[in-house]
């Protein structure tokens, strides 16, 4: 009796311990273990913090390791739950975490995999338009035009509109860096003395910049506000204003600043550049040594 009441309990622990999650019970498990990451990372961040051995540029470097590596792993988790639960609401949760940070050949599959129902949620429409954009404009493919009305000019406070269109400048064998901003977004402001620098150094035949103005009336701005920035920041090179979103849609650009180099031929060489890679992307692509 002994014996099969052993073999009786075995079978029900391993009934138990088979039995399906709740979606509450898996989201609670991935938001654990999201919040160890966090944690790994803080931890990690307090000890780079508190050592006054490292430079200032190595303490730099670190902490960039760390987010790297943090992050690399906070996506792993979550595209792992996407694919693993294509018809729970946990995968809305895990796509929300690395939607911004996943490579799009990677979150592509898993979204592909989801439910039809949940497909349907409208963040993950949004999610879908936009990597099909960020894969149409991936590195190594040509670009993509667009036409915008452009401000030329106000006279007597009236806006003359001119349509102007990125085909204008791209494609037409210079390499062209392109800066996708805004006036009111405080990291656009803080990349455009990079750009003035790289503008200054190379511009000519073979190179040239062009801002392209977006998201505008997102903050309750318009052309004026482009215009009157560039002004005040020196932006005296090519410009395009009053593009609203249709740039960023065409090109999946989720957040701005967001700087492009194109090739002579219109080709994506790098998007994403900011800081210091941005001397350094323009300097390769032109062949000449920092």
Same mark, same amino acid.
């Given at each position: 009796?002994?014996?099969?009441?052993? $073999?009786?309990?075995?079978?029900?622990?391993?009934?138990?311990?088979?039995?399906?999650? !709740?979606?509450?019970?898996?989201?609670?498990? @991935?938001?654990?273990?999201?919040?160890?990451?966090?944690?790994? @990372?803080?931890?990690?961040?307090?000890?780079?913090?508190?050592?006054? !051995?490292?430079?200032? %540029?190595?303490?730099?470097?670190?902490?960039?390791?760390?987010? %790297?590596?943090?992050?690399?792993?906070?996506?792993?988790?979550?595209?792992?739950?996407?694919?693993?639960?294509?018809?729970?609401?946990?995968?809305?949760?895990?796509? *929300?975490?690395? &939607?911004?940070?996943?490579?799009? %050949?990677?979150?592509?599959?898993?979204?592909?995999?989801?439910?039809?129902?949940?497909?349907?949620?409208?963040?993950?429409?949004?999610?879908?338009?936009?990597?099909?954009?960020?894969?149409? !404009?991936?590195?190594?493919?040509?670009?993509?035009?667009?036409?915008?009305? /452009?401000?030329?000019?106000?006279?007597?406070?009236?806006?003359?509109?001119?349509?102007?269109?990125?085909?204008?400048?791209?494609?037409?064998?210079?390499?062209?860096?392109?800066?996708?901003?805004?006036? +009111?977004?405080?990291?656009?402001? *803080?990349?455009?003395?990079?750009?003035?620098?790289? &503008?200054?150094? &190379? /511009?000519?035949?073979?190179?040239?910049?062009?801002?392209?103005?977006? +998201?505008?009336?997102?903050?309750?701005?318009?052309?004026?506000? !482009? #215009?009157?920035?560039?002004?005040?920041?020196? $932006?005296? +090179?090519?410009?395009?204003?009053?593009? /609203?979103?249709?740039?960023?849609?065409? &090109?999946?650009?989720?957040? $701005?600043? /967001?700087?492009?180099?194109?090739?002579?031929?219109?080709? #994506?060489?790098?998007?994403?550049?900011?800081? %210091?890679?941005?001397?350094?992307?323009?300097?390769?692509?032109?062949?000449?040594?920092?």
């Amino acid at each position: 009796m002994k014996k099969l009441f052993t $073999i009786a309990a075995c079978a029900l622990m391993a009934f138990v311990s088979c039995k399906q999650q !709740t979606n509450a019970e898996k989201t609670q498990a @991935y938001q654990d273990a999201m919040d160890a990451l966090i944690q790994e @990372y803080q931890t990690g961040a307090d000890a780079l913090q508190a050592d006054s !051995t490292l430079a200032k %540029e190595d303490l730099y470097a670190k902490f960039a390791e760390l987010e %790297e590596k943090v992050t690399e792993k906070m996506n792993s988790l979550a595209l792992a739950t996407i694919k693993k639960n294509p018809k729970d609401s946990v995968s809305l949760v895990a796509l *929300r975490d690395c &939607y911004y940070t996943a490579d799009p %050949e990677e979150l592509q599959p898993a979204i592909n995999a989801l439910s039809e129902e949940l497909k349907q949620d409208r963040f993950v429409q949004r999610v879908m338009e936009s990597l099909a954009a960020k894969v149409a !404009t991936k590195e190594g493919n040509k670009f993509v035009d667009f036409t915008v009305s /452009h401000v030329a000019a106000v006279e007597n406070g009236e806006p003359k509109f001119e349509q102007v269109s990125l085909s204008d400048y791209v494609g037409k064998g210079k390499f062209m860096l392109v800066d996708f901003w805004s006036p +009111w977004c405080p990291p656009c402001k *803080r990349e455009i003395p990079n750009i003035k620098s790289i &503008y200054e150094k &190379y /511009h000519g035949d073979n190179f040239d910049v062009l801002s392209v103005s977006v +998201w505008e009336e997102s903050r309750g701005m318009n052309y004026q506000n !482009t #215009i009157d920035t560039a002004v005040v920041y020196g $932006i005296n +090179w090519n410009q395009i204003n009053n593009g /609203h979103s249709e740039p960023t849609n065409l &090109y999946g650009i989720d957040g $701005i600043p /967001h700087i492009i180099l194109f090739g002579p031929d219109g080709t #994506i060489l790098k998007r994403g550049l900011a800081g %210091e890679e941005l001397a350094a992307a323009v300097a390769e692509a032109l062949g000449v040594n920092e």
